[in-house]
């Protein structure tokens, strides 16, 4: 689900990140204890007609393996990885695209993305590889991710944030990525920015990830 911003008590307003065609926008109301409300829900259908889709509602986090269970000859650290996903209907750009916050990395200039396509940063390459064979890896980051929680920015080539994730390893955060295996991904396997939001992740169901694929 996509985040309100209350402006009054009557008021609010939302920002959403339409991908190339029709694009179906569900408004459920519910009670404060987060209860759909019978008859309070309606649709509206938004066309995005442009060329050129955004990077922004488009490129999204969809696996943060952060606290990976150490393995024989590797370290916990060796083994982690950040996923991305295209989930437009177009492919985008990824020149010019950065991790500018938790990670560095820079994508090369050329670097594209098709349509529901995956790119996956490592920590460690050649770990990555012993534990996943056959998983194409984009390339290398510089850093780590905190096993205690912290933002991770996507940024484009002007500045401007993509998409942004701030996880944690206690509640209302999954905390069984938290070096037991499984790694945090989206309840929804094609996410709609903001993805900050706790109930809208989960510990995935393969044991240690699922690396360059949607977590079944």
């Known amino acids: 689900p996509a985040d309100l911003t209350w402006s009054a008590t009557n008021a609010w307003s939302l920002v959403v990140y339409p991908v190339s065609g029709a694009n179906l926008i569900t408004l459920t109301g ?60 177009a492919s985008v750009s990824l020149s010019g695209v950065t991790f500018s916050s938790g990670i560095t990395y820079a994508f090369a200039p050329g670097t594209t993305l098709a349509p529901g396509q995956f790119r996956v940063l490592t920590a460690n390459t050649a ?14 980051y510089t850093g780590q991710l905190s096993n205690g929680g912290e933002t991770v920015t996507l940024s484009d080539g002007l500045g401007g944030v993509i998409t942004t994730v701030t996880y944690d390893d206690a509640a209302p955060w999954p905390t069984t990525p938290d070096g037991t295996g499984p790694s945090l991904v989206p309840v929804d396997p094609n996410p709609v920015p903001p993805q900050s939001n706790a109930a809208a992740w989960r510990a995935s169901t393969n044991a240690h990830g699922s690396p360059g694929a949607n977590d079944p």
Not at 69 to 86: C, M, Q
């Open 127 to 140: 770990a990555f590889n012993a534990l996943y064979p056959g998983v194409t890896v984009t390339g290398e």
């Open 30 to 89: 519910v009670d404060r204890f987060g209860n759909a409300v019978p008859g309070k829900t309606d649709t509206i259908t938004v066309t995005y007609t442009g060329s050129n889709p955004p990077l922004a509602g488009n490129l999204v986090i969809t696996e943060i393996h952060y606290n990976p269970l150490a393995r024989s000859g590797f370290t916990d650290t060796d083994l982690e990885f950040i996923e991305l996903k295209n989930r437009g209907a």
